[in-house]
């Protein structure tokens, strides 16, 4: 009988220590607590790969959210020099499949009166350049320039320029307009 005891005992000994072995050698899956939303798929370090649009460790940022928001500051011209409250708007914004932004719908409303403009991220930094095209005409251009810092800070240069055919001559009327504002 003791031997029956003594064998028993190495054999449940032996199966333990094969368990623990087994066990302990096999590879375990690194996507096993890695939860990915928004159609993101855990990849073989262990991290999210997101599709186009969203971004961030488990893809739960929506890639436009950096953008979309109403900025509210001061508005000051040089014709004028007092600064005017007002705000900017981005009210959409357009992701292509390879991730880029295709383009930005801004509105920016100071002193009564609101500017529709549209534009296109140029590179995805922590400061951002949303680049418009320049609206020109026989008699009149404008151009913009328009960063956004962090998600918070959008600031808006628009500088515009009309010839004065009227007069008799090419007088030209410049004002240059800076609208600093920060994301509500």
């Not at 370090?45 to 509210?72: D, K, M, N, R």
């Not at 959409?92 to 002193?111: E, K, L, M, P």
Request: charge should be negative; charged fraction near 10%; hydrophobic fraction near 35%.
């Amino acid at each position: 009988m003791k031997f029956w005891r003594i064998g028993i005992f190495t054999l449940l000994i032996f199966i333990s220590a094969v368990t623990i072995v087994l066990h302990s050698s096999c590879e375990r899956n690194v996507c096993d607590n890695v939860t990915c939303f928004n159609g993101g798929a855990c990849n073989q370090s262990g991290t999210c790969t997101c599709p186009v649009g969203f971004e961030g460790p488990q893809c739960a940022i929506q890639s436009s959210s950096y953008f979309i928001g109403t900025y509210v500051g001061l508005n000051t011209c040089d014709d004028n020099g007092s600064p005017v409250p007002g705000t900017a708007e981005i009210d959409s914004v357009q992701i292509t499949q390879a991730g880029n932004v295709d383009f930005v719908n801004v509105a920016i409303n100071t002193n009564r009166t609101i500017q529709y403009i549209t534009g296109y991220i140029s590179d995805n930094d922590a400061i951002y350049s949303i680049i418009v095209a320049t609206d020109s005409s026989a008699d009149y251009i404008q151009r913009y320039t328009i960063t956004l810092q962090g998600n918070t800070n959008l600031t808006i240069n628009t500088y515009s320029w009309k010839v004065q055919h009227e007069s008799g001559g090419d007088d030209t009327t410049i004002q240059n307009c800076y609208f600093k504002g920060t994301k509500l």
